[in-house]
T-cell receptor, first 111, second 110 residues
């Protein structure tokens, strides 16, 4: 069953703007990860945040985690056309050693 | 170069004709997994393997088999493919919890 739910399902913004995507999940987790997928290709790992962390940065990416609300957000600052892709959150539940993916957010950056 | 390699990338087959999609990783990862991706349903796990000779069902294992005879290879077997198995398939391997994905196999069963 899908644990992560991304919101929105699709997002279209202008180049240079910031893009924010949200993810909610249901069970307690070890960590939460964000992946990027270019159309029809494999997923690429972007960033991992552990359950005892609240915020993490990597280049133009900023991830937050609120375990009390069982939610996470991915912020991409100063977006570029090359950021156009689908973004997935994935959780590693405490009860299982596996990644559980959400349905993804389709991000389009308009030049 | 660290990578997960799937073959074939594209496959069109007929109902009932057994097929195997191969997956190989060169990172000495213990954990490997197969997913299918369908529009509106995201990625769903088919099978996973924690180590050689250890495999477990994921969320949608019906109609699929796997084997893990050696650490680097994790083939996905469809004994009797049906049209509802038309999908985009991904193999992944993991170190700790970060997963590395193959490029995908687009399977069409007619």
């Amino acid at each position: 069953s899908q644990q992560g739910e991304e919101d929105p399902q699709a997002l279209s913004i202008q180049e240079g703007e910031n893009a924010t995507m949200n993810c909610s999940y249901k069970t307690s987790i070890n960590n939460l990860q964000w992946y990027r997928q270019n159309s029809g290709r494999g997923l690429v790992h972007l960033i991992l945040i552990r359950s005892n962390e609240r915020e993490k940065h990597s280049g133009r990416l900023r991830v937050t985690l609120d375990t009390s609300k069982k939610s996470s957000s991915l912020l991409i600052t100063a977006s570029r056309a090359a950021d156009t892709a689908s973004y997935f959150c994935a959780t590693v539940p405490l009860s299982a050693q596996k990644l559980v993916f959400g349905q993804g957010t389709r991000l389009t950056i308009n030049p | 170069e660290a990578q997960v390699t799937q073959n074939p990338r594209y496959l069109i087959t007929v109902t009932g004709k057994k097929l195997t999609v191969t997956c190989s990783q060169n990172m000495n990862h213990e954990y490997m997994s197969w997913y299918r991706q369908d529009p509106g349903l995201g990625l769903r796990q088919i099978y996973y393997s924690m180590n050689v000779e250890v495999t477990d069902k994921g969320d949608v294992p019906e109609g699929y088999k796997v084997s893990r005879k050696e650490k680097r290879n994790f083939p996905l077997i469809l004994e009797s493919p049906s049209p509802n198995q038309t999908s985009l398939y991904f193999c992944a391997s993991a170190r700790g919890t970060e997963a590395f994905f193959g490029q995908g196999t687009r399977l069409t069963v007619v």
